[in-house]
């Protein structure tokens, strides 16, 4: 039995980029509907619970560069949501991280909190988020497009907005063979993703890492060692995020899980005192992690019969603040 659902405009992915499209179309009075296949809305603002912790897995914090965005996120400080964690970040090297003026942001509770207070704030206004969804197929429908869900729902609108990882995108237009000129074609292909492999620890004794609880370390194998206990989004646990680089996790993106966590451990262990030990671990892999090569503008509008437009973090500026600014600029386009 086919169960066809209407709306005005869709939205395939509620990850930062998707809810800030969403929050200038339903201001503007837009009928819209969210499809994400995860099981709940953030997508790479992801924050996990692990033992008796809570930790950031994906996005760590973020930064404002555009005045557009730094507005949002002056709001969401005064609502008490956001908090500037730090101003610089250890290298590993140094006692404690070297402030360099500009804050890092991060968020009460866990990076994925910012994307439910923005899904709770499209829904009061009357949008439709439906988790666990994930399209398989976009093509042209009479004005407009219908998308096909893997639970065998049809989604009808008149326009569409694309905010998944440009190889699913691309996927999910090739299935429902929705014509694609070749400089749309071409646009998309050239987009390129590092994945990212990341490990989660619960850690019973002290932990060490320089205030204010995490080091950076871009050229390192492992780029990121954070406390989120010192991060203030894990009161009764302390958790470790530990992230590796684009380069080693391509190496070793399918090597099992025990492995791997030989390997976080390993890069882990300078920082914890001798006493302390793991009590608990999780491995989670990012396949398409951090954008490498991007499109230039914040959104591609492809020529197609009815409006489909597509963006995310790899149009513009390949961070959380990127996202944002591509999701605004597809909600005005529109
Ligand atoms: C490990 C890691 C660390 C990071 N650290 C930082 C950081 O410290 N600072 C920073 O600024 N940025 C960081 N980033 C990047 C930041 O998380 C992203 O730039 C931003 O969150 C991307 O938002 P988005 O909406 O473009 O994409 P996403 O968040 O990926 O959202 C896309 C959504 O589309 C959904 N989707 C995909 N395919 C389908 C389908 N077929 N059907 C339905 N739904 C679908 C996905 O489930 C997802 O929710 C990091 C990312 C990772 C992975």
């Known amino acids: 039995m086919s169960d066809t659902h209407h709306s005005d405009v869709l939205i395939i992915g509620a ?52 005045p557009e965005f730094g507005a949002w996120v002056e709001r969401w400080r005064d609502e008490g949501l956001v908090y500037v964690w730090s101003h610089g970040w250890s290298d590993g090297s140094l006692a404690d991280a ?24 499209v829904e009061a206004q009357g949008a439709e988020i439906l988790t666990d969804v994930r399209v398989t197929a976009v093509t ?16 009808i609108a008149s326009a569409l907005i694309m905010t998944a990882p440009a190889p699913q995108t691309l996927a999910m237009l090739d299935a429902g063979a929705t014509p694609l000129t070749a400089e749309d074609r071409a646009c998309l292909e050239r987009i390129r993703y590092a994945p990212a492999l ?8 002290e932990v060490h890492l320089p205030a204010p ?9 492992f780029t990121w060692i954070a406390d989120n206990r010192r991060k203030g989004i894990s009161p009764d646990a302390t958790v470790i995020t530990v992230h590796a680089s684009g380069d080693w996790s391509a190496a070793r993106y ?7 966590s030989e390997a976080f451990e390993c890069a882990l262990r300078p920082w914890l005192a001798a006493d302390a030990w793991i009590a608990e671990e999780q491995i989670k892999r ?49």
């Open 15 to 66: 990850g930062m980029s998707g809810l800030m499209a969403a929050s200038v179309l339903v201001a503007a009075g837009r009928r819209v509907t969210l499809l994400d296949k995860g099981r709940s809305v953030g997508g790479r603002l992801a924050t996990r619970r692990i033992g008796a912790g809570r930790a950031d897995h994906g996005a760590q914090f973020f930064t404002v560069r555009d």
């Open 98 to 121: 070297p402030p360099d003026g500009h804050p890092r942001y991060a968020v009460q509770g866990g990076m994925n909190r910012l994307a439910k207070h923005l899904a709770a704030q």
């Open 140 to 155: 042209p429908h009479g004005d407009g497009w219908r998308l096909i869900g893997d639970d065998g729902r049809n989604f």
């Open 198 to 205: 990341c490990g989660l620890y619960v850690v019973e004794g």
């Open 213 to 221: 609880g995490a080091v950076q370390r871009p050229d390192a194998d």
């Open 254 to 260: 399918d090597a099992p899980d025990a492995e791997l």
């Open 286 to 334: 990012w396949r398409y992690a951090a954008p490498t090569v991007l499109h230039p503008e914040r959104l591609l509008r492809v020529a197609a019969h009815a409006p489909l437009l597509i963006g995310g973090d790899a149009f513009g500026a390949p961070r959380v603040e990127g996202a944002a600014l591509s999701g605004l600029a597809i909600g005005r386009a529109l």
